[in-house]
Nanobody, 126 residues
Framework: QVKLVESGGGLVQAGGSLRLSCAAS????????MGWFRQAPGKERECVAA????????YYADSVKGRSTISRDNAKNTVYLQMNSLKPEDTAVYYC???????????????????WGQGTQVTVSS
């Protein structure tokens, strides 16, 4: 079992930056592949970034590519999502997700993740 707690969301003006954090606890938390998803009102939840358990491979959705960086510190069992040049369309609840991973695979779909955090709200004003 893995417990995930997100933090770092908030209200920011367009063009600003935020760094989201996801602290993982539980068995083998550092061995998990991780993903960041977001869900805006009336829209489906989408994966915006993902990272392998060792941080060696990352994935970004086109909507955030070039503006966001996913990283992890396995010593702290924490995954980060640095978001820059934020736009109003980035407004959403952001969730982190985890799954055990014995290989260097990237996981981009909701059904691939059994563990989820409670979400943190990001609001970007124009």
């Amino acid at each position: 079992q893995v417990k995930l707690v997100e933090s770092g969301g908030g209200l920011v003006q367009a063009g600003g930056s935020l760094r989201l954090s996801c602290a993982a606890s539980g068995s083998s938390a550092s061995n998990n592949a991780m993903g960041w998803f977001r869900q805006a009102p009336g829209k489906e939840r989408e994966c915006v970034a993902a990272i392998t358990w060792d941080g060696g491979v990352t994935y970004y959705a086109d909507s955030v590519k070039g503006r966001s960086t996913i990283s992890r510190d396995n010593a702290k069992n924490t995954v980060y999502l640095q978001m820059n040049s934020l736009k109003p369309e980035d407004t959403a609840v952001y969730y982190c997700a985890a799954r055990t991973a014995g290989t260097g695979s990237i996981y981009k779909y909701q059904y691939q993740y059994p563990y989820w955090g409670q979400g943190t709200q990001v609001t970007v004003s124009s």
